[in-house]
């Protein structure tokens, strides 16, 4: 790949001079890894920009700008959204800083009603500037939320439990593709789920990603053996194991423990960035 001319300090810093004069731009932060102190050398740059409502397309401009003026922007991909959700979102790939090093960026409406700041769902916002308070997290509805959680696991009993045979009928027809299809979606998934409705509420809906860093090693260990169907033999046998396992973790949610779980991840709080000099290489 060769020497990369631009990092990711370089690219926080740059941004951040831009924006911060700009009086139609609020706030600058981050979040994803750095929000979970999981930071690596293939993460990307996961920012979150407020801007005044009418002036979105003028910030998306200014980031541009200053994108294109550290490194030529290899690919651009933008991320629909609802109107409503006040969100303009998109990726940027800088042809001098590697495949892995994305700006995922969002750029938020003063207006939009979700601004992803809940520390619980998305870890602490790691502030570079904030000029009129908007990065305080929203209050937290704890009890809706194990109810949301309850009437979800309920749910995912119901279809388990209607839709399981479905897999024996593939199989009987000899449609391998087919039954491999039914044990991923219905199965496999399912029981990813409930596994994380027991050991990490907070992101029982974030499916299959950051499971290695928030599922029990044992459980990711067992998850591995699951995941990965050598034959279309094999198929049944894995499924008859998982559909026990889902049975058994759901059985075993815990509305007190998740609860309990929503405490304790709430005790986070928000990150302010360091010095500029302490991540001039980087180092966020």
């Known amino acids: 790949m060769g020497s990369l001319r631009t990092d990711r300090g370089r690219i ?6 831009r924006l911060r004069p700009l ?3 609020d706030a600058m932060w981050e979040g994803g890894a750095v929000s979970f102190g999981r930071l690596d050398p293939w993460s990307d740059i996961d920012l979150y920009v407020v801007a005044d409502d009418a002036r979105v397309p003028d910030a998306l401009k200014a980031i541009e700008e200053t994108l294109s003026r550290l490194s030529p922007i290899q ?11 006040g969100i303009a979102q998109a990726f940027y790939r800088l042809e001098d800083a590697g495949p892995f090093l994305l700006v995922d960026l969002a750029v938020l409406k003063r207006t939009a009603p979700d601004k992803y700041l809940e520390p619980r769902i998305h870890g602490p916002a790691v502030v570079a500037f904030d000029k009129t308070g908007v990065t305080q997290p929203p209050p937290f509805d704890a009890e809706g939320f194990v109810k949301q959680l309850e009437v979800r696991l309920a749910r995912l009993f119901a279809r388990m439990e209607m839709f399981f045979p479905f897999l024996e009928k593939e199989i009987r027809r000899g449609h391998a593709l087919d039954a491999l299809a039914t044990y991923r ?3 496999f998934d399912s029981l990813v789920e409930v596994l994380r409705m027991k050991h990490g509420p907070a992101h029982y809906d974030f499916r299959d990603r950051y499971l290695y860093p928030e599922l029990p090693p044992d459980v990711v260990r067992r998850l591995e053996t699951l995941a990965f169907v050598g034959d279309p033999g094999a198929v049944a046998q894995k499924a008859s194991e998982a ?3 889902f049975r058994e973790t759901a059985a075993g949610v815990d509305p007190a423990e998740v609860r309990a779980a929503l405490a304790s991840s709430g005790e986070r709080g928000r990150r302010e960035v360091p010095p500029r000099d302490g991540r001039a290489e980087g180092g966020r």
């Open 12 to 17: 926080l810093e740059a941004l951040e001079d």
């Open 23 to 25: 009086d139609f731009v």
């Open 75 to 85: 690919q651009r991909y933008v991320v629909p959204h609802p109107p409503e959700s």
């Open 185 to 187: 979606w219905l199965i």
């Open 243 to 245: 559909l026990e396992w």
